[in-house]
């Protein structure tokens, strides 16, 4: 489900900009990495080693990169972005300095409560993406969280009941939480949200023990159709296009064509305000400089945001706006975390 924060009238009005941006070769998506602090302890992301004393760092406004690209979408991202106490400021600067952007928060949800969600969503959050690649004690484990997954169920339960209607659950695929993916997707259509799915890599630190290799690939290829089924017939659960989700089978198997085209209509900007091409590329120059990235032979990862920037514009894509668009109802009753 799209943002209540935006309304019907909006839509010409981010067409016009999508040509806007488009004409003018500018970045779709601009992600604001606030800290690469983190406080879990995943195996396969080492950003939680990054030192204390880095915060004396960060930027204290990103308004005005976020003035400067004015995208379609800005995520706050980390590390954990609610380790900033300053969160809620960054993202109302944020608002006030590019009106027409959809505002988008990447956390782990461990330090996510009601109260913090309401006062970023009045901030002007847009949508929440909590990361959850199971649903049972595999999740607290591998981020290190005691209790994460109960939290993260009920935490949504309660904002949905309180009207924060823009949230997803980031699940990445990995070779063990095959069984996972569409429990992970009748859960949250049950809670009234989405679910965005991107493909493990080892790129970040090297941890092969997610990795689907040629004995998994099968089990993913299932699992893929098995997705792919269940977006055609209940479309707007699934956040993902066709041809992301279709694709990663090609992916794994060697047989996408072609270099990747990260660093232009995606990129990441760090806490110190430099740009890099994606999320686990080096740091090039500050903000204010950034010229593009020609098309690089990386094939490192097949994340969702360097799938989707390829992705064609096909009819599903409209079908998959149509079904966004619509309300879903409010989760009524509130689970307490436990
Ligand atoms: S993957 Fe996310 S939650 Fe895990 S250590 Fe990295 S930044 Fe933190
Ligand atoms: S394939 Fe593209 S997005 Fe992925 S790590 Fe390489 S350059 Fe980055």
């Known amino acids: 489900m799209i943002s209540s924060h935006f309304k019907p009238y909006h839509i010409p009005l981010f067409l016009a900009k999508y040509a806007w941006l488009s004409l003018r070769r500018m970045p779709m998506l601009v992600h604001f990495e606030v800290t690469m602090r983190c406080n879990a302890r995943c ?8 030192p204390a004393t880095e915060k004396a760092k960060e930027l204290t406004s990103f308004a005005d990169a976020a003035r400067h690209f004015s995208p379609m979408m800005i995520t706050f991202t980390g590390g954990e972005p609610l ?9 109302r600067a944020v608002r006030e300095a590019s009106r027409l952007t959809y505002i ?3 956390t782990h949800g ?3 409560t009601l109260e913090r969600a309401r006062a970023l969503w009045d901030a002007g959050i847009d949508q929440f993406n909590i990361s959850l690649d199971y649903l049972d004690g595999r999740h607290d484990a ?5 209790g994460l997954t109960a939290k993260i169920l009920a935490t949504v339960q309660s904002m949905r009941a309180d009207g924060i209607d823009g949230i997803r659950f980031n699940t990445v695929i990995k070779n063990d939480n095959v069984d996972q993916l569409l429990p992970i997707v009748e859960r949250a259509a049950e809670l009234g949200i989405g679910v965005n799915f991107s493909l493990y890599t080892d790129f970040k630190n090297g941890n092969r023990d997610h990795l689907v290799d040629a004995a998994g690939r099968d089990a993913v290829e299932r699992a893929v159709g098995a997705l792919m089924a269940y977006k055609r017939a209940h479309r707007g659960v699934i956040t993902n296009s066709d041809h992301y989700l279709s694709t990663i089978p090609q992916y794994l198997r060697g047989e996408l064509p072609g270099p990747c085209d ?5 990129i990441h900007i760090s806490p110190t305000g430099t740009v890099k091409r994606c999320p686990d590329f080096p740091l090039d120059g500050h903000w204010r400089d950034y010229k593009g990235y020609a098309p690089i032979n990386c094939d490192a990862c097949y994340y969702a945001c360097r799938g989707e920037a390829q992705a064609p514009l096909e009819p599903s894509r409209a079908l998959d706006m149509l079904a966004l668009g619509r309300r879903r109802p409010a989760v009524p009753a509130v689970v307490p975390a436990t």
């Open 43 to 50: 195996g396969f992301c080492d950003y939680w080693k990054t």
């Open 83 to 91: 380790l900033r106490r300053d969160l809620e400021d960054l993202v």
């Open 104 to 106: 988008t928060l990447i």
């Open 110 to 112: 461990g330090m996510l």
């Open 142 to 146: 591998a981020r290190g969280i005691p």
């Open 262 to 266: 990260s660093g232009n209509r995606t």
